[in-house]
C-alpha cells in the first residue's frame, strides 16, 4: 500500500513564528503536493514538485516555500506564520506519466496560528 | 484555465435513499482524467475513480455509480441505497494529460447521511 505521512496531526503555532510541515511517502513516487484546504474553497495547490530539488508554484505559493532534498520528502515551510494561514494541510505524490495520475494523499496537518 | 464546479454545498439524506453528487467542468485540453475523492471525518483523502476523457462510458462499483458526459462537461457520481459509512466530504477532480500532473478541485460537497 502506498503510503503518505505526514509529521503533525494537529500544529499550534504563534504569528511570526518558522514553521515546517514534513511529508514522507514510501512509494518512489517522483511528484510530490503540497494543498491547503479551507472551507467553501476545496484544496489549492500551494507548490509541487516533480523530481529532487524541482519546484513549481501552485496556484497559491505567497508566503510558502517548499524544499526537496530526498525523493521521498517534500517539506513545506511558513517563512513568518500568519492567522490567515490557520488552515488544513494535505501533502500527495503520484507517480510521473503513465496512466495513473492518481495522487495519493496523507492525513492532513490541521495548522492554527495564534 | 481549468475549473471544477460543485455547486451542492452540503446534502443530506436519509439512509437507504439514492443520493447524486454533481460536477461540472471546463477545460481546452482535448484529453484529460477526471477524479472524484472522498474525505471521511479523517480527513485523508481517499481515492475513489479515474475516468479518462476518451472513455464515457458509465461506470458501476457497487453502490456507486459514475456518469460521465462529455456534450454537458459533467462527471455525476451517485451512491445507491445509501449508508451511514458514506457521510463524507466528496471532491470532483480534473487534471490534463498534458505537461506537469497538477489536480484541479472542486469545492466539495460534504454528504450527510441520516440514519
Known amino acids: 500500500d502506498v503510503k503518505v505521512t505526514q509529521s503533525s496531526r494537529y500544529l499550534v503555532k504563534r504569528t511570526g513564528e518558522k514553521v515546517f510541515l514534513e511529508c514522507v511517502q514510501d512509494m518512489d513516487h517522483e511528484n510530490m503536493f503540497w494543498y491547503r484546504q479551507d472551507p467553501g474553497l476545496g484544496l489549492r495547490l500551494i507548490y509541487f514538485s516533480y523530481d529532487v530539488k524541482m519546484k513549481e508554484k501552485g496556484d497559491i505559493p505567497e508566503g510558502y516555500s517548499v524544499s526537496r532534498e530526498k525523493k521521498e520528502r517534500f517539506s513545506l515551510i511558513l517563512e513568518s506564520a500568519s492567522t490567515n494561514q490557520t488552515s488544513m494541510y494535505l501533502c500527495?505524490?503520484?507517480?510521473?506519466?503513465?496512466?495513473?495520475?492518481?495522487?495519493?494523499f496523507g492525513p492532513g496537518t490541521r495548522l492554527t496560528v495564534t | 484555465a481549468q475549473k471544477v464546479t460543485q455547486a451542492q454545498t452540503e446534502i443530506s439524506v436519509v439512509e437507504k435513499e439514492d443520493v447524486t453528487l454533481d460536477c461540472v467542468y471546463e477545460?481546452?485540453?482535448?484529453?484529460?482524467?477526471l477524479f472524484w475523492y472522498k474525505q471521511p471525518p479523517s480527513g485523508e483523502l481517499v481515492f475513489l475513480i479515474r475516468r479518462n476523457s476518451f472513455d464515457e462510458q458509465n461506470e458501476i462499483s457497487g453502490r456507486y455509480s459514475w456518469n460521465f458526459q462529455k456534450s454537458t462537461s459533467s462527471f455525476n457520481f451517485t451512491i445507491t441505497a445509501s449508508q451511514v459509512v458514506d457521510s463524507a466530504v466528496y471532491f470532483c477532480a480534473l487534471s490534463s494529460t498534458f505537461g506537469n500532473e497538477k489536480l484541479t478541485f472542486g469545492t466539495g460537497t460534504r454528504l450527510t447521511i441520516i440514519p
Open positions: 500527495a505524490s503520484s507517480p510521473v506519466g503513465g496512466v495513473s495520475f492518481e495522487q495519493y
Open positions: 477545460t481546452r485540453d482535448t484529453t484529460y482524467y
